[in-house]
């Protein structure tokens, strides 16, 4: 912002451009590598008060969610990230009105037959399939399958996803699978442990997120990734999602490598 006799002057854009991306390499040149998160989960929140704050619908500001998720992925890639876990709809999300709820659901599904179709990525689907519509079920399905093989970044697509929600399904399978063994529950509770639960949860085998970014200044999880998040950092930024840029980006690397990680020790 440039100053004339007190009076403030905008940055001409092409000024503030070119400060933008000379700023952001400087942030990247200082980047240690070897400090950054394997996997990142993120908390793709406020699209809609960036759409009410630019004056566009709802729809429209989740479409601009949505495409801003390539160019996350490719900044990723761009800093060895490893696992990347987008939660693109709660199952509190799902009793949105359907006027909302119908175009949401489009674009999810729009996005992840874009990034089955990208050939770069991976895709798992992380949430209860059977809350969501056979539609929307058949798309998550294909793209895993699409994907089976890609050797890139891990991306978990959290779609009617709910942490307590993942909790109960995975001790309900915990539960089928012992009764299936005719275990008892007598002998079920003697061996339970962390480990039993962990290895039916919709992340199993995968690390569990060392960095948690959420957007738009909410500083709470919402019920995201409960179990798995119990050691991670956490990252809170006060842009909307669709605003989000690659500085914001580095900036929540440079954090997180800045901290000292104890696990409790």
């Known amino acids: 912002m440039l100053r004339s006799s007190g009076v403030r002057i905008p940055y001409p854009p092409a000024l503030r451009n070119l400060v933008y991306r000379l700023y952001a390499r400087r942030v990247e040149g200082r980047l240690d590598h ?13 699209n809609r008060r960036w759409a009410r704050a630019d004056g566009r619908t709802t729809e429209q500001g989740h479409q601009a969610g949505a495409d801003k998720i390539t160019e996350l992925l ?24 359907e006027a909302e709820l119908t175009p949401l659901l489009g674009i999810i599904e729009n996005t992840v037959r874009g990034l089955a179709a990208d050939g770069r990525w991976r895709v798992h689907h992380v949430g209860n399939r059977d809350l969501l519509p056979t539609r929307t079920q058949k798309v998550l399905k294909e793209a895993e399958q699409d994907t089976v093989d890609n050797k890139g970044i891990l991306v978990n697509v959290a779609v009617g996803y709910g942490g307590r929600q993942e909790i109960a399904d995975a001790v309900r399978s915990l539960l089928l699978e012992h009764a299936e063994r005719g275990t008892s529950f007598e002998e079920l509770a003697e061996i339970v442990d962390v480990e039993h639960i962990s290895e039916h949860l919709y992340t199993r085998g995968q690390p569990d997120p ?19 998040s119990a050691h991670s950092e956490y990252y809170f930024c006060e842009v909307f999602w669709p605003a ?3 500085v914001d980006f580095l900036r929540a690397l440079r954090d997180y490598a800045a901290r000292h990680r104890r696990y409790g020790g």
């Open 244 to 246: 989000f840029r690659k």
């Open 210 to 228: 060392d960095l948690v970014i959420r957007t738009s200044g909410e500083q709470r999880l919402s019920g995201f990734m409960l179990w798995q």
């Open 74 to 97: 490719g900044w990723c890639g761009e800093t060895d990230v490893e696992v990347v876990t987008l939660w693109m709809l709660s199952t509190d999300n799902l009793d949105r009105p």
């Open 34 to 46: 070897t400090q950054v998160p394997k996997h990142i989960g993120v908390i793709l929140d406020g």
